[in-house]
């Protein structure tokens, strides 16, 4: 793919088709030309935010022998071999929205000392984050909550639940309804990425070791 093509009806219908074998030809010839060209697109500029080499992963759901994917997504970490197991960003879509996140998942080994800082930086977290970014405990989920409705009390449970539980998990980015995604030029939708992921380098490097 030479360039970005934006996001149409059809890339998020795809989350409908039955079978994981059906969904999966799809995903393949449709979404993931254009997950592909994104995660090459902004690795170099997630390098520059970061001040670390970042390399894209863009999701193979190569695991799955049944169920097909509901999810899919490229992801960047400072790592070529993999992301689960550090902080990492993503771009993705569900069948509802589009998503851009920073992620601490489950698989990560500094859950706990990240938990501890974000702790340490709550006040600060609060007042940089976009009212408009959403907070996240399950990657597996499409659901999430606004910045601007989580008072500090929640946000902090939120991350000391991070530091204290082995399988927690913390995401922070913003969520671009499919009806508004399918209407956005190519050259908007990389404008709003970028833009969320410089709002979002200060978690990455609180949580940076």
Request: charged share 20%.
């Amino acid at each position: 793919m030479s360039s970005f093509s934006g996001f149409t009806n059809e890339d998020f219908d795809l989350f409908k088709i039955e079978g994981l074998e059906q969904r999966m030809e799809v995903l393949i010839q449709t979404v993931r030309p254009k997950l592909e060209w994104l995660g090459n697109h902004f690795a170099p500029s997630l390098a520059t935010l970061t001040g670390q080499e970042m390399f894209p992963h863009v999701a193979k759901h190569a695991r799955r022998t049944k169920n097909p994917p509901n999810d899919t997504w490229v992801a960047f970490a400072n790592n070529s071999r993999g992301y689960k197991m550090l902080p990492h960003f993503q771009i993705g879509l569900w069948e509802s929205h589009l998503f851009i996140w920073f992620a601490v998942i489950y698989e990560c080994p500094l859950k706990e000392g990240i938990g501890e800082k974000l702790i340490n930086q709550l006040d600060s977290i609060q007042t940089i984050i976009p009212k408009d970014f959403v907070w996240s405990m399950d990657h597996t989920q499409p659901e999430a909550s606004p910045h601007h409705q989580l008072n500090s009390d929640q946000l902090l449970m939120m991350f000391e639940r991070l530091h204290k539980v082995k399988k927690a998990e913390i995401l922070c980015g913003y969520q671009i309804p499919r009806s508004n995604a399918v209407k956005m030029s190519p050259e908007a939708l990389l404008k709003q990425f970028e833009f969320v992921f410089e709002k979002l380098i200060p978690l990455y490097k609180l949580s940076s070791f």
